[in-house]
Protein backbone atom coordinates (compact mmCIF):
# COMPACT_ATOMS: atom_id res chain seq x y z
CA UNK A 1 0.00 0.00 0.00
CA UNK A 2 1.30 3.31 -0.99
CA UNK A 3 1.91 5.86 2.07
CA UNK A 4 1.36 9.32 2.14
CA UNK A 5 3.68 11.35 1.65
CA UNK A 6 5.50 12.79 4.62
CA UNK A 7 3.98 16.51 5.57
CA UNK A 8 0.99 15.64 2.89
CA UNK A 9 -2.15 15.94 4.19
CA UNK A 10 -5.55 14.83 2.59
CA UNK A 11 -8.39 17.82 2.55
CA UNK A 12 -10.23 16.13 5.57
CA UNK A 13 -7.11 16.13 7.42
CA UNK A 14 -5.87 20.15 6.75
CA UNK A 15 -10.19 21.00 7.66
CA UNK A 16 -9.53 18.70 11.08
CA UNK A 17 -6.18 21.16 11.35
CA UNK A 18 -8.35 24.62 10.61
CA UNK A 19 -11.10 23.16 12.86
CA UNK A 20 -13.32 23.33 10.56
CA UNK A 21 -16.04 21.30 8.85
CA UNK A 22 -14.37 19.12 5.98
CA UNK A 23 -17.38 20.27 3.48
CA UNK A 24 -16.61 24.26 4.18
CA UNK A 25 -13.28 23.33 2.88
CA UNK A 26 -14.08 21.41 -0.39
CA UNK A 27 -16.62 23.95 -1.16
CA UNK A 28 -13.89 26.64 -0.63
CA UNK A 29 -11.93 25.13 -2.63
CA UNK A 30 -14.03 24.24 -4.88
CA UNK A 31 -15.19 27.90 -5.41
CA UNK A 32 -11.90 29.23 -6.26
CA UNK A 33 -10.95 26.91 -8.54
CA UNK A 34 -8.58 24.55 -6.42
CA UNK A 35 -10.14 21.66 -7.38
CA UNK A 36 -13.18 20.41 -9.33
CA UNK A 37 -15.88 17.63 -9.19
CA UNK A 38 -15.66 14.97 -11.85
CA UNK A 39 -18.36 12.23 -11.59
CA UNK A 40 -17.83 10.88 -7.40
CA UNK A 41 -14.25 12.34 -7.24
CA UNK A 42 -12.29 15.20 -6.84
CA UNK A 43 -9.24 16.21 -9.12
CA UNK A 44 -7.02 19.09 -9.08
CA UNK A 45 -7.29 22.16 -11.08
CA UNK A 46 -4.12 23.88 -12.33
CA UNK A 47 -4.83 26.12 -9.88
CA UNK A 48 -5.02 23.57 -7.23
CA UNK A 49 -1.28 21.79 -8.79
CA UNK A 50 0.22 25.35 -8.84
CA UNK A 51 -0.37 25.92 -4.41
CA UNK A 52 0.97 22.64 -3.84
CA UNK A 53 -1.88 19.69 -4.32
CA UNK A 54 -1.01 16.55 -5.84
CA UNK A 55 -1.87 12.75 -5.44
CA UNK A 56 -1.66 10.00 -3.83
CA UNK A 57 -3.05 6.55 -3.81
CA UNK A 58 -4.53 3.94 -1.24
CA UNK A 59 -5.73 0.77 -1.84
CA UNK A 60 -9.09 1.00 -0.41
CA UNK A 61 -10.06 4.39 -1.42
CA UNK A 62 -8.34 4.75 -4.57
CA UNK A 63 -6.16 8.19 -5.46
CA UNK A 64 -6.61 11.43 -3.75
CA UNK A 65 -5.59 14.63 -3.03
CA UNK A 66 -3.56 15.92 -0.37
CA UNK A 67 -1.99 19.17 0.27
CA UNK A 68 1.39 20.16 1.81
CA UNK A 69 1.02 20.77 5.79
CA UNK A 70 2.24 24.76 5.18
CA UNK A 71 -0.99 25.20 3.04
CA UNK A 72 -2.98 25.77 6.48
CA UNK A 73 -1.38 28.97 6.45
CA UNK A 74 -2.36 30.49 3.21
CA UNK A 75 -4.60 33.27 2.97
CA UNK A 76 -7.37 31.70 1.50
CA UNK A 77 -7.45 30.28 5.09
CA UNK A 78 -7.24 33.31 6.71
CA UNK A 79 -9.93 33.85 9.32
CA UNK A 80 -11.26 37.29 7.60
CA UNK A 81 -11.59 35.27 4.25
CA UNK A 82 -12.90 31.41 5.67
CA UNK A 83 -15.82 33.27 7.83
CA UNK A 84 -17.44 34.26 4.50
CA UNK A 85 -20.23 31.80 3.32
CA UNK A 86 -21.53 31.22 -0.39
CA UNK A 87 -25.12 30.84 -1.33
CA UNK A 88 -24.76 27.24 -1.12
CA UNK A 89 -23.55 27.34 2.64
CA UNK A 90 -26.39 29.55 3.55
CA UNK A 91 -28.59 27.16 2.32
CA UNK A 92 -27.21 23.89 3.29
CA UNK A 93 -29.11 23.77 7.50
CA UNK A 94 -32.26 24.74 5.76
CA UNK A 95 -32.24 22.40 2.51
CA UNK A 96 -32.18 25.25 0.19
CA UNK A 97 -29.66 24.62 -2.98
CA UNK A 98 -27.81 27.70 -3.81
CA UNK A 99 -29.92 28.87 -7.07
CA UNK A 100 -32.84 28.86 -4.76
CA UNK A 101 -30.88 30.91 -2.22
CA UNK A 102 -29.60 33.41 -4.52
CA UNK A 103 -33.42 34.08 -5.18
CA UNK A 104 -34.11 34.89 -1.87
CA UNK A 105 -30.97 37.06 -1.36
CA UNK A 106 -31.96 39.03 -4.54
CA UNK A 107 -35.34 39.59 -2.93
CA UNK A 108 -33.92 40.79 -0.10
CA UNK A 109 -32.37 42.92 -2.38
CA UNK A 110 -28.67 41.84 -1.39
CA UNK A 111 -27.72 41.04 -4.98
CA UNK A 112 -28.86 41.62 -8.62
CA UNK A 113 -29.09 39.65 -11.53
CA UNK A 114 -25.59 40.50 -13.78
CA UNK A 115 -25.01 38.10 -16.86
CA UNK A 116 -24.49 34.63 -15.77
CA UNK A 117 -23.69 35.52 -11.72
CA UNK A 118 -25.13 38.05 -9.29
CA UNK A 119 -23.85 41.44 -8.30
CA UNK A 120 -23.70 42.81 -4.95
CA UNK A 121 -25.89 45.54 -4.17
CA UNK A 122 -25.54 48.55 -1.96
CA UNK A 123 -28.05 46.56 0.64
CA UNK A 124 -26.12 43.86 0.49
CA UNK A 125 -22.53 45.68 1.26
CA UNK A 126 -24.35 46.70 4.42
CA UNK A 127 -24.85 43.50 5.96
CA UNK A 128 -21.43 42.64 5.14
CA UNK A 129 -21.49 40.77 1.90
CA UNK A 130 -18.34 40.49 -0.42
CA UNK A 131 -18.09 40.50 -4.16
CA UNK A 132 -15.81 37.46 -5.65
CA UNK A 133 -15.08 36.11 -8.61
CA UNK A 134 -15.04 32.50 -9.48
CA UNK A 135 -11.06 31.90 -10.19
CA UNK A 136 -11.30 29.19 -12.89
CA UNK A 137 -14.84 30.88 -14.75
CA UNK A 138 -14.42 34.28 -13.43
CA UNK A 139 -18.60 34.37 -12.60
CA UNK A 140 -19.05 36.88 -10.19
CA UNK A 141 -20.99 36.06 -7.23
CA UNK A 142 -21.58 37.46 -3.22
CA UNK A 143 -20.15 35.74 -0.27
CA UNK A 144 -21.70 36.65 3.37
CA UNK A 145 -20.01 36.68 6.92
CA UNK A 146 -21.43 34.33 9.20
CA UNK A 147 -23.52 37.01 11.35
CA UNK A 148 -25.73 37.59 8.10
CA UNK A 149 -27.45 34.23 9.30
CA UNK A 150 -28.62 36.35 12.37
CA UNK A 151 -30.07 38.83 10.26
CA UNK A 152 -33.85 39.77 11.28
CA UNK A 153 -34.90 40.09 8.01
CA UNK A 154 -33.17 36.95 6.71
CA UNK A 155 -34.41 34.95 9.68
CA UNK A 156 -37.91 35.96 8.88
CA UNK A 157 -38.00 34.98 5.12
CA UNK A 158 -36.79 31.47 6.19
CA UNK A 159 -38.80 30.97 8.92
CA UNK A 160 -41.93 31.41 7.21
CA UNK A 161 -40.53 28.87 4.15
CA UNK A 162 -40.03 26.43 7.02
CA UNK A 163 -43.28 27.21 8.72
CA UNK A 164 -45.09 26.51 5.16
CA UNK A 165 -42.79 23.32 4.51
CA UNK A 166 -43.37 21.99 8.26
CA UNK A 167 -47.41 22.18 7.35
CA UNK A 168 -47.21 20.56 3.66
CA UNK A 169 -47.54 16.72 4.75
CA UNK A 170 -50.94 17.40 7.11
CA UNK A 171 -52.28 21.17 6.69
CA UNK A 172 -54.43 20.90 3.31
CA UNK A 173 -58.08 20.72 5.41
CA UNK A 174 -57.32 22.36 8.47
CA UNK A 175 -56.82 25.66 7.06
CA UNK A 176 -59.83 25.53 5.05
CA UNK A 177 -61.81 23.89 7.79
CA UNK A 178 -60.58 26.19 10.60
CA UNK A 179 -61.00 29.18 7.97
CA UNK A 180 -57.55 29.94 7.58
CA UNK A 181 -55.19 31.69 5.42
CA UNK A 182 -51.60 31.09 5.37
CA UNK A 183 -49.36 34.31 4.27
CA UNK A 184 -47.24 34.47 1.61
CA UNK A 185 -44.13 36.60 1.20
CA UNK A 186 -45.44 38.46 -1.04
CA UNK A 187 -48.28 39.15 1.11
CA UNK A 188 -50.83 37.05 -0.56
CA UNK A 189 -53.33 34.89 1.66
CA UNK A 190 -54.08 31.38 0.30
CA UNK A 191 -56.22 28.37 1.59
CA UNK A 192 -53.20 26.12 1.99
CA UNK A 193 -48.98 26.00 3.16
CA UNK A 194 -49.29 23.97 -0.64
CA UNK A 195 -50.72 26.81 -2.14
CA UNK A 196 -48.39 29.46 -0.40
CA UNK A 197 -44.78 26.92 -1.21
CA UNK A 198 -45.82 27.58 -4.90
CA UNK A 199 -46.65 30.95 -4.47
CA UNK A 200 -43.49 32.29 -2.71
CA UNK A 201 -41.73 30.09 -5.58
CA UNK A 202 -42.88 32.14 -8.16
CA UNK A 203 -42.42 35.54 -5.70
CA UNK A 204 -38.90 34.54 -5.05
CA UNK A 205 -38.08 33.34 -8.71
CA UNK A 206 -39.61 37.39 -9.80
CA UNK A 207 -42.05 36.11 -12.01
CA UNK A 208 -45.27 38.22 -11.62
CA UNK A 209 -48.38 36.13 -10.64
CA UNK A 210 -52.26 37.11 -9.56
CA UNK A 211 -54.00 34.00 -7.07
CA UNK A 212 -57.75 33.48 -7.59
CA UNK A 213 -58.21 35.10 -10.81
CA UNK A 214 -61.17 34.29 -12.41
CA UNK A 215 -61.20 33.30 -15.65
CA UNK A 216 -64.35 33.87 -18.08
CA UNK A 217 -65.07 31.43 -20.87
CA UNK A 218 -67.31 30.29 -23.19
CA UNK A 219 -67.99 26.94 -24.04
CA UNK A 220 -69.89 25.57 -26.96
CA UNK A 221 -72.06 22.07 -26.60
CA UNK A 222 -73.48 21.04 -29.89
CA UNK A 223 -76.55 24.10 -30.37
CA UNK A 224 -76.48 25.10 -26.67
CA UNK A 225 -73.52 27.84 -25.74
CA UNK A 226 -73.11 28.02 -21.97
CA UNK A 227 -70.46 30.75 -20.47
CA UNK A 228 -68.98 29.30 -16.99
CA UNK A 229 -66.51 31.09 -14.54
CA UNK A 230 -63.81 29.29 -12.51
CA UNK A 231 -60.63 30.72 -10.61
CA UNK A 232 -57.20 29.32 -11.11
CA UNK A 233 -55.17 29.06 -8.33
CA UNK A 234 -52.47 31.20 -10.23
CA UNK A 235 -51.88 33.61 -13.62
CA UNK A 236 -48.71 35.11 -14.68
CA UNK A 237 -49.37 37.97 -16.93
CA UNK A 238 -46.40 36.96 -18.84
CA UNK A 239 -47.08 34.39 -20.88
CA UNK A 240 -50.46 34.43 -20.29
CA UNK A 241 -50.29 31.27 -18.41
CA UNK A 242 -52.19 29.25 -15.79
CA UNK A 243 -51.11 27.25 -12.77
CA UNK A 244 -53.31 24.85 -11.29
CA UNK A 245 -52.57 22.52 -8.23
CA UNK A 246 -54.25 19.59 -8.18
CA UNK A 247 -52.99 18.45 -4.74
CA UNK A 248 -54.71 14.93 -3.55
CA UNK A 249 -57.42 13.45 -4.95
CA UNK A 250 -59.14 12.41 -1.91
CA UNK A 251 -62.78 11.44 -3.50
CA UNK A 252 -64.62 11.21 -6.82
CA UNK A 253 -65.91 14.11 -6.36
CA UNK A 254 -62.34 15.80 -6.37
CA UNK A 255 -61.62 13.99 -9.51
CA UNK A 256 -64.88 14.89 -11.22
CA UNK A 257 -63.82 18.47 -10.52
CA UNK A 258 -60.47 18.06 -11.64
CA UNK A 259 -61.57 16.69 -15.39
CA UNK A 260 -63.88 19.05 -15.52
CA UNK A 261 -62.13 21.97 -14.93
CA UNK A 262 -59.35 20.82 -17.41
CA UNK A 263 -61.69 20.33 -20.32
CA UNK A 264 -62.48 23.59 -19.72
CA UNK A 265 -59.17 24.87 -19.75
CA UNK A 266 -58.87 22.69 -22.76
CA UNK A 267 -61.63 24.06 -24.66
CA UNK A 268 -60.16 28.01 -24.16
CA UNK A 269 -57.14 26.75 -25.31
CA UNK A 270 -55.22 28.18 -22.31
CA UNK A 271 -51.82 27.05 -21.34
CA UNK A 272 -52.12 25.56 -18.19
CA UNK A 273 -49.42 24.50 -16.14
CA UNK A 274 -50.25 21.48 -13.98
CA UNK A 275 -48.75 20.93 -10.12
CA UNK A 276 -49.63 17.87 -7.73
CA UNK A 277 -48.65 17.01 -4.76
CA UNK A 278 -45.27 14.75 -5.83
CA UNK A 279 -43.80 18.59 -6.84
CA UNK A 280 -43.94 20.47 -4.08
CA UNK A 281 -40.58 18.88 -2.74
CA UNK A 282 -38.97 19.78 -6.23
CA UNK A 283 -40.20 22.71 -8.03
CA UNK A 284 -36.87 24.53 -8.07
CA UNK A 285 -36.29 21.50 -10.54
CA UNK A 286 -40.11 21.03 -11.83
CA UNK A 287 -41.16 25.16 -12.42
CA UNK A 288 -38.35 25.98 -14.41
CA UNK A 289 -38.86 22.94 -17.08
CA UNK A 290 -42.86 23.62 -17.25
CA UNK A 291 -42.23 27.34 -17.70
CA UNK A 292 -39.40 26.81 -20.39
CA UNK A 293 -42.57 25.06 -22.38
CA UNK A 294 -44.41 28.16 -22.83
CA UNK A 295 -40.82 30.34 -23.31
CA UNK A 296 -40.68 31.49 -19.64
CA UNK A 297 -36.84 31.33 -19.19
CA UNK A 298 -35.95 31.32 -15.29
CA UNK A 299 -32.36 30.89 -14.33
Not at 56 to 71: K, M, N
Not at 80 to 109: C, D, V, Y
Not at 182 to 206: F, K, M, R, T
Request: glycine share 6%; charged share 30%; aromatic share 10%.
Amino acid sequence: MAEQPANFFSTTQIAKKLERDAKDVFSLLSDRGWIKREGKVWRLSAKGEFEGGRYTQHERFGEYIVWPEEIKEHRLFSSETFTFLTASQLGKPHKIAAKRMNLILSELGWIERFHHGWKLTSLGEAVGGQQVEHESTGMPYAQWPERVRHNLQFKATLEKLSQHNEHLSKEADFFIANDRLCGCLDGHQVESAALAEIDNWLYIAGISHAYRREIPTELDHGTERIKESISCDFYLPSGHIYIEYWGQERSPADLQRKLARKEIYHAAKLKLIELDESDLDQLDDVMPKLLLQHDVDVY
